[in-house]
């Protein structure tokens, strides 16, 4: 089944997160994804004050 929206991806600012914002992109455009949704936590690692937030991508390929 292929999908073309993803609204819930961790990065590394999560504790649970594997990849940057950048790697996440790049490699949900490889995938065909027209969408994605960042939905960090904070942890207390980054000392930001705030406990979680969520950004919305609409993914479009760059021409080289």
């Known amino acids: 089944m292929n999908y073309l929206y993803d609204y819930h991806i961790h990065t590394t600012y999560s504790i649970d997160g594997k ?3 950048l790697e996440v992109c790049k490699s949900a455009v490889e ?4 969408e994605i949704a960042i939905t960090d936590h904070f942890e207390p ?3 930001s004050g705030i406990e979680s937030t969520s950004f919305v991508f609409r993914l479009k390929p760059i021409s080289s």
Do not use: E
Not at 31 to 34: A, E, N, S, V
């Open 19 to 21: 990849n940057t914002i």
């Open 31 to 34: 995938k065909g994804l027209k």
């Open 45 to 47: 690692k980054n000392r």
